[in-house]
């Protein structure tokens, strides 16, 4: 993808460092705890040499974190593939729900970080447009990212998507204290920029504690 210059070009750079840093992140404790457990089996290993018993549910058990986090890892490298073509695609039929899941996950250790839970309401459809897979993932993050700073710890987020005459519209719901942080500093040129570039329309509910993003069905037209 031609990222260009200015501020799509910016923001898409910052995204990019963002998301690789928190995969990253992840893959390190991932391999941590990998690291800790492989210790313990030669651990254990020594101590058999050496005629010492060894109980048997420890071995099970270092080596099922093992296997836990190696599944893990999987499910991360799988989500950095998916990203990472995302970046070098330009305009192409997505499935929103997919799009949605993805970007839930690459955010999952800033959402834990902030003691805030996503929850998925009710499970996604499947809602299919024709747009920029990377400029929605950044765009999506930013309003996650809003979300999150909009509400305190332990509350939960709220993420719905519908499908509309004209397209799609994705919902975040529970931001109970969007009216004091929305006015000044969201949606800011950053976002203005990528909802100009997806043809997209942002508006807030202050009553409800509602963030409405809609997208047309197809950007080319």
Known sequence: MNLGTGIIGETGLQYFGKMSALISHEIKNVL?????NAGLLEDYTMMAEKGMPI????LKTASGRIMAQIQRAECIIKNMNKFAHSVDENIRAIDLSEVIDLVVALSAKFVSMHNVKIELNPTLEQVSITTSPFFIENLLWRCLNFSVDSIGQGETIGIMLEET?????IKFTGIQDIGASQPDSFPGDAEKAL???LKAEVKTDLMCGELRLSFPKDITK
């Open 32 to 36: 941590a705890i990998i690291n800790e």
């Open 55 to 58: 109980d048997s549910k420890r």
């Open 165 to 169: 005459e004209k397209g799609a519209e």
């Open 195 to 197: 909802l100009k570039t």
